[in-house]
């Protein structure tokens, strides 16, 4: 049986996320050490300890989620048949098929939560989830909505019927009221500190540039499948553009997901807080099986 693992992102977050594991798990404690040394910060006692408010800060939660799930799956000790991973999870992923050193990422990624958290503070904007209308009726009504000075995009194609959009937040309110005129179930805001995965993220994508330009990348030892496009590649340059496009561009979950299904692949695993993806999974796919380790 063909296996894919997953890795979550941003909002998979909780205090207290990889206590277990550290204390019973010696490997676990050992890269989780070794992480607050490379970070120099404590970055194990914001996970264990919080304050939430510190946790949900985007530059603290990028690497926790990160150093969470690539030590769970570096201790099942597996072997995939391919990767992918949930915007901020690309970059576990990454490390899961051995495309980018552990230390490598871990510094992107703080770097990445860090601009992506200026981003937002200097173009304001947030993401509304919306459930429960084509993908089409969405592009076409982000569209109709946006204008030179207010934009408002697709920002994450969850799974069928689930998209979150990201933009300017006047965009977003006039989205909002298009969609639920359009019969849409569910369209509300999200808490977040910033227009992810949107033109909006432009300060980050200029500030992460010449780290990603030189991040080493190596030969995966499986296709990993990018965000950007959704399809499988082992090729470090293009991984190393997929990445950096991704901060302005849609998340191709579902379309990932689909492609993974469609190239063989009958086992799911989540790696990580939390059991978004797997249930992301249930929602895209069927008669395929389901797995998850936090």
Known sequence: MAKAYLFPGQGSQFVGMGKDAYDNTPAVK???NAADEILGISL?????DGPEDKLRQTEYTQPAIFLHSV????????VPDSVAGHSLGEFSALVACGAVSFEDALLIVRKRGELMQRAGAIHPGTMAAVIGVEDAVV?????DVSNESEIVVPANYNCPGQLVISGHETAIDRALVELKSAGCKIAKKLPVSGAFHSPLMKPAYDGLQASLLKLRVNEPTCPIYSNYTAQ???DPSIIQENLL???MSPVKWTQTLQNMHANGMESYTEVGPGKVLQGLVKR???????????
């Open 232 to 234: 499988p590649t082992s």
């Open 30 to 32: 050992g890269l989780f």
């Open 44 to 48: 194990t006692t914001i996970m264990f």
């Open 71 to 78: 030590a769970i799956f570096q201790s099942l000790g597996v």
């Open 139 to 143: 592009e076409q009504i982000c569209a």
């Open 284 to 294: 895209t796919l069927s008669r395929v099986e389901i797995n998850g380790y936090e």
């Open 245 to 247: 496009q991704q901060l």
